[in-house]
């Protein structure tokens, strides 16, 4: 594989306040915390390990318009845990939110900023991932994206159905990765995307041309002269190629 993921970005008009409510509903810690980024991730964690993806909030102007095309499920271990989390993400700042989910048995919040999230109910197929379950990513076509994504990933694909496929790390530790078919286009640049990066001692250069001849292409979001390259998928979502890591 050219590159794997290594971490999440979110955009967030206020990135230090962001990342404090994230820190404490997953019960993680704000490892760094920088003018342009600040990053949240498990106690002790060594970075990149797949067994989580940490969180980087990174300053934007423009504030959230339309419903994320990607977003954190959060995993639970009984009812009564789903309802305590629910009731702690509510105490620091999420507000239910209304996707047109219907009657689901799982909970449909908003952080502080806008952001979408699910608190699932218990499902074993979630058990031992950590607190978050996976990242979702709406898809016209989850089979498609899900091929694209185990090059970009490089992660293994562990169900594919109709409307849904899914990835999880060769190593089988941490959240998934899913698509889930929408009908909805892409209107505006994700919120949420995937920062992917070559092993140590391979060549970035060379990743970008693999992941451009599967359908890949360059992707200008006002990034300016910086040191890593931003590509879009096949389907448009936006992500960056880092250096070897």
Same mark, same amino acid.
């Given at each position: 594989?050219?590159?794997?993921?290594?971490?999440?970005?979110?955009?967030?008009?206020?990135?230090?306040?962001?990342?404090?409510? !994230?820190?404490?509903?997953?019960?993680? #810690?704000?490892?760094?915390?920088?003018?342009? #980024?600040?990053?949240?991730?498990?106690?002790?964690?060594?970075?990149?390990?797949?067994?989580?993806?940490?969180?980087?909030?990174?300053?934007?102007?423009?504030?959230?318009?339309?419903?994320?095309?990607?977003? +954190?499920? =959060?995993?639970? #271990? @009984?009812? #009564?845990?789903?309802?305590?989390?629910?009731?702690? +993400?509510?105490?620091?700042?999420?507000?239910?939110?209304?996707?047109?989910?219907?009657?689901?048995?799982?909970?449909?919040?908003?952080?502080?900023?806008?952001?979408?999230?699910?608190?699932?109910?218990?499902?074993?197929?979630?058990?031992?991932?950590?607190?978050?379950?996976?990242?979702?990513?709406?898809?016209?076509?989850?089979?498609?994206?899900?091929?694209? !994504?185990?090059?970009?990933?490089? !992660?293994?694909?562990?169900?594919?159905?109709?409307?849904?496929?899914?990835?999880? @790390?060769?190593? &089988?530790?941490?959240?998934?990765?899913?698509? =889930?078919?929408?009908?909805?286009?892409?209107?505006?640049?994700?919120?949420?995307?995937?920062?992917?990066?070559?092993?140590?001692?391979?060549?970035?250069?060379?990743?970008?041309?693999?992941?451009?001849?599967?359908?890949?292409?360059?992707?200008?979001? &006002?990034?300016?002269?910086?040191?890593?390259?931003? =590509?879009?998928?096949?389907? &448009?979502?936006?992500?960056?190629?880092? @250096?070897?890591?």
């Amino acid at each position: 594989m050219p590159t794997r993921l290594v971490h999440l970005v979110i955009d967030a008009n206020d990135p230090p306040a962001l990342a404090r409510f !994230w820190a404490a509903a997953l019960v993680w #810690e704000v490892a760094a915390e920088e003018p342009d #980024e600040v990053v949240v991730q498990p106690s002790g964690y060594e970075y990149p390990d797949p067994v989580a993806l940490p969180l980087v909030f990174v300053p934007v102007p423009e504030a959230k318009t339309v419903k994320n095309r990607v977003h +954190l499920d =959060l995993a639970t #271990e @009984s009812p #009564e845990h789903q309802a305590a989390v629910v009731t702690r +993400l509510r105490g620091l700042g999420a507000q239910p939110a209304d996707i047109g989910q219907g009657d689901v048995p799982w909970a449909v919040l908003a952080d502080p900023e806008g952001n979408e999230l699910c608190v699932l109910e218990p499902r074993p197929v979630y058990a031992g991932t950590g607190p978050v379950a996976a990242v979702v990513v709406d898809s016209p076509d989850p089979a498609a994206a899900a091929g694209f !994504w185990e090059l970009a990933a490089g !992660w293994v694909r562990s169900r594919t159905e109709d409307d849904f496929a899914a990835l999880r @790390s060769p190593q &089988g530790v941490g959240p998934y990765l899913e698509f =889930l078919r929408v009908s909805d286009p892409k209107t505006v640049k994700n919120r949420v995307h995937p920062d992917v990066a070559p092993h140590q001692g391979e060549d970035r250069a060379a990743a970008v041309k693999v992941l451009e001849a599967a359908g890949a292409v360059p992707a200008g979001i &006002g990034q300016g002269d910086v040191s890593w390259t931003v =590509l879009a998928d096949p389907q &448009g979502n936006e992500f960056c190629v880092l @250096s070897p890591r």
